[in-house]
Structure formats: structure tokens, C-alpha cells
């Protein structure tokens, strides 16, 4: 059996779901269609594999430039630490970002992909964080501690995420966040590129 393994650059279980979604992979969506088909060299199989690297960001990614730059440095920094070990590093960053034309202060995702050569980005989707929640960020505290404390919690960002506490569990983040690697992976598998 032909295999491709994929690196994706965070220890957090929600991101590596997501790239098992986004891929096709995940047990849970095995009636949906496969991206697999379309990966360079038709792989029989695909590893998805955890590599806790770091994002070369700050904590709390603000902006997209910096939220993007995330991803890449993930996706690069599998593919470096591990040599020739992984045929796609995958990077995934949330930050928060303004967007020209609206007030507030939103969640953003970034996925970057790599093969070592080409790099693939896409964005899922953004929410408008709440004002109580968007000036504490503003203050400079971190997204996933603020949230914690909004909901009286621990380990927001490896369940649920803000996305789902925002919209009442309405965005799930392993498919938000599965958007977002499924969009970087065009130039992977489209002919368009």
C-alpha cells in the first residue's frame, strides 16, 4: 500500500482532526469524499501524525500578516525538523484580526500547507468576538485564557475553541479549522494552480 505522510505542526488533538477531515481520513467522515484521490502520487493511505513545533509568533497572533506567517512557520518547521520524513507539512494558526469596512475585533483562521517547495494558504471562517471579550485582547491578553475565564473553564481551545462558545457549539472547530487546511490544499490538488 502506497502511503503519504502528513505532519501537522501543533500537539493540539482539535488541529489534527481537522487535517484528517479536511484529507478525507477521519473515521468519523468516511462517507464523505476523499481528498486523498487528488494528493500527488494517489496515495493508498495517509498518516496523519501530531509534531508539536513552534509558530515563530507571539502567543496571541494579531493581525493577519501575523496569523498567517503562523501557519507557514508551523508548516515549514514539520518539514524541517523531520527531513524527508513527512510529504506535506501542514500548519494551522488562529489569531485576531480587523477586516477594512466593519468595527470589531474578529477570530481568524489560517491553514498553510507545504510540500517543500509549494505553499498552499487558505482562511476559514471568522467570528466577531464580543466587545467585553475584544477589549481584553486589545489589553493584551490571550484569546484562549480569556475565554477560559469568560466560561469558567480550562482547555477551551483543545475542545470546542471560541468558534463553538461564540455560536453556542453552531461552528464546530475541528470544521472550521478543517476549511481552512481543505482551501490550502488547492495547489495540491487542483490543476488550476
Same mark, same amino acid.
Given at each position: &500500500?502506497?502511503? &503519504?505522510?502528513?505532519?501537522?505542526?501543533?500537539?493540539?488533538?482539535?488541529?489534527?482532526?481537522?487535517?484528517?477531515?479536511?484529507?478525507?481520513?477521519?473515521?468519523?467522515?468516511?462517507?464523505?469524499?476523499?481528498?486523498?484521490?487528488?494528493?500527488?502520487?494517489?496515495?493508498?493511505?495517509?498518516?496523519?501524525? /501530531?509534531?508539536?513545533?513552534?509558530?515563530?509568533?507571539?502567543?496571541?497572533?494579531?493581525?493577519?500578516?501575523?496569523?498567517?506567517?503562523?501557519?507557514?512557520?508551523?508548516?515549514?518547521?514539520?518539514?524541517?525538523?523531520? !527531513?524527508?520524513?513527512?510529504?506535506?507539512?501542514?500548519?494551522?494558526?488562529?489569531?485576531?484580526?480587523?477586516?477594512? !469596512?466593519?468595527?470589531? =475585533?474578529?477570530?481568524?483562521?489560517?491553514?498553510?500547507?507545504?510540500? !517543500?517547495?509549494?505553499?498552499?494558504?487558505?482562511?476559514?471562517?471568522?467570528?466577531? =468576538?464580543?466587545? /467585553?471579550?475584544?477589549?481584553?485582547?486589545?489589553?493584551?491578553?490571550?484569546?484562549? $485564557?480569556? &475565554?477560559?475565564?469568560? =466560561?469558567?473553564?480550562?482547555?477551551?481551545?483543545?475542545?470546542?475553541?471560541?468558534?463553538?462558545?461564540?455560536?453556542? !457549539?453552531?461552528?464546530?472547530? /475541528?470544521?472550521? %479549522?478543517?476549511?481552512?487546511?481543505?482551501?490550502? %490544499?488547492? $495547489?495540491?490538488?487542483?490543476?488550476?494552480?
Amino acid at each position: &500500500m502506497v502511503g &503519504m505522510r502528513v505532519g501537522v505542526g501543533s500537539g493540539n488533538p482539535v488541529k489534527r482532526r481537522a487535517v484528517e477531515q479536511a484529507l478525507g481520513v477521519a473515521a468519523e467522515h468516511d462517507s464523505e469524499p476523499s481528498l486523498v484521490d487528488g494528493l500527488p502520487g494517489d496515495p493508498e493511505a495517509v498518516a496523519v501524525e /501530531a509534531v508539536p513545533v513552534p509558530s515563530g509568533v507571539s502567543e496571541q497572533p494579531t493581525g493577519h500578516a501575523e496569523t498567517v506567517a503562523g501557519a507557514e512557520n508551523r508548516a515549514a518547521a514539520v518539514l524541517d525538523a523531520a !527531513g524527508d520524513e513527512y510529504d506535506l507539512g501542514i500548519g494551522i494558526e488562529g489569531g485576531v484580526a480587523r477586516f477594512d !469596512g466593519t468595527d470589531g =475585533l474578529f477570530l481568524v483562521m489560517w491553514a498553510a500547507v507545504s510540500d !517543500g517547495s509549494r505553499v498552499g494558504r487558505s482562511a476559514g471562517p471568522s467570528l466577531e =468576538l464580543p466587545a /467585553a471579550v475584544a477589549d481584553r485582547i486589545d489589553d493584551g491578553e490571550e484569546l484562549g $485564557p480569556v &475565554m477560559d475565564h469568560v =466560561l469558567d473553564t480550562n482547555g477551551v481551545a483543545k475542545r470546542g475553541g471560541a468558534a463553538g462558545a461564540l455560536t453556542n !457549539g453552531r461552528v464546530d472547530r /475541528a470544521d472550521a %479549522l478543517a476549511t481552512a487546511v481543505a482551501g490550502a %490544499l488547492g $495547489p495540491f490538488v487542483s490543476d488550476l494552480y
